[in-house]
């Protein structure tokens, strides 16, 4: 069943049709939720642009547009305000039945696959730090909004490919194996398990020796050929270094709740060769200085020339260019990915259209949708890129255990009466939701402070918020003594308040919401209507006498499906909820 905005857009464009013939063809029906809901569900502005087109009065044009809207069966009578707006205000029976049919559905009006396709794949790569290096809070970033990405394909149906594309190849290995070499030598030969310790500690020794030791430097640039020749002990020290790293990740990744599987950069090597061929083939490559690059049109340095994608260096090396491009046609040729979708800070903007339309020119793009998903930056509340107070970056881990540790605070004070388990299950729930929510409420492009009192806030566009809206529906159905999940559609009597009314369309335009999340690839879009949704509860609950009130049955109906959809939103988002705080 198409949702209520669907339909109504589906109306409308009839309408334009009927009206106004070819002028009315493919026009867009310009209907969007209404700003407020004193001027009914929904808007249509299609008469504005119509009038400009046909040059004409926008008035008459919408007078016209409402002689033609079939939509008697959804809608009370259209209105036509101001200037030629269309509103039209849901019906009660019309809302009743959806609500009714929603009660018995458990993806809550949402369809399986459909905007792509039937089982469209998905790739989604995200997350994707580098091997020995931090993961840094441009890594939580992508993260965050990946999983919820990938969650959201997952949840419409598609076949979500979850692409961890760290960064495990590539000249710093040579430095790391030869400090490895030095400092536990043992690691080389043993084959049980080696504890490094601390890998970034490990890579910051690696690093001055490299920059202050000229000989030292040397056998790195020298152990970088070995690893590239697939020597033996070269490979064992790569992956050991490798194998520390991704423990220190998995820490995270578990703390986080983040499924995800790696495919780094290592992983396309073997195909790095056809590749290259291939493009070499279409006559894609040109020489530069000893490097080979391919140069996809349109994009120029400050000074105006041409810039390439080198593919593979003077030295022979390959790098991210090259990895990049073998990674996109093995997605597309291997993997048969028909959206693949990269989710990275917008510095990396520039590299993925380049890549984009290099593999555009060699024919391997087709109908398939590739996307560079940015993201901005974290600032500190000094408005300035978020550090530590002594100037370096901000460990993942201490962020996210600072989460927990305030929220437990929070907890404490708030709730002493609870016992230690629950907690520390809350402090772990609320710290963790809190900073993705945080992070995931933002346009993602804009830059955005990070605050902790922000995000723990019970008040505001928080996941402390958001959560508590749920527990309070809990202890309301608790309070009546009435498990909610036992609710039938014959418990829903005809709406009739407007606080009713508002809730019940609040309820149905979950999934309008997840399309356009699907589409924009924006989960604020979801977050801002989850607040917008409770904030529709409140309304309702300050109103609305549930408990012992004659109609009983139909709001804790209501209240219902209000948890179902903040639960199943909040879990898109990566967020679990609570059933007390
Ligand atoms: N490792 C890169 C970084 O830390 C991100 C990789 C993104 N994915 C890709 N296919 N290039 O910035």
Redesign the pocket.
Known sequence: MSHILGVVKQRVSEALVAAFGANGQGMDSAVTPATDSKFGHYQCNAAMGLARVLKSNPRAIATRIVEDLKVGDICEAPEIAGPGFINMTLRKDFLTGRLRDLLGDDRLGVPLDGAHGAAARVVV?FS???IAKELHV??LRSTIIGDCLARVMEFRGHETLRRN???DWGTQFGMLIAHLKDRCPEALTETSEVDLGDIVAFYKEAKKRFDEDESFKERARLEVVSLQSGETEAIRGWQVLCDQSRRQFQEIYSLLDIEIEEKGESFYNPFIPDTLEELEKLGLIVESDGALCVYPEGFKNKDGDPLPLIVRKRDGGFN?DTT?MA?IRYRIREEKADRIV?V??AG?AQHFAMIFSAAEKAGWLGDVEAVHVPFGMVLGEDRKKFKTRSGETVRLRDLLDEAVRRSRAIVDEKNPELDEVTRDQVARVVGIGAVKYADLSQNRISDYVFSFDKMLALQGNTAPYMIYAYVRIQSIARKVGIDLTTLTPDDIATLETPEEVDLAHGILRFPEVIEAVERELAPNRLTDYLFDLSQTFSRFYTENRVAGDPRETTRLALCALTARVLRKGLSLLGIQVLDQM
């Open positions: 790569d994707s730090p580098n441009g890594h594309h760290v960064g991210y990049d990674a990269y990275t800070d990396q």
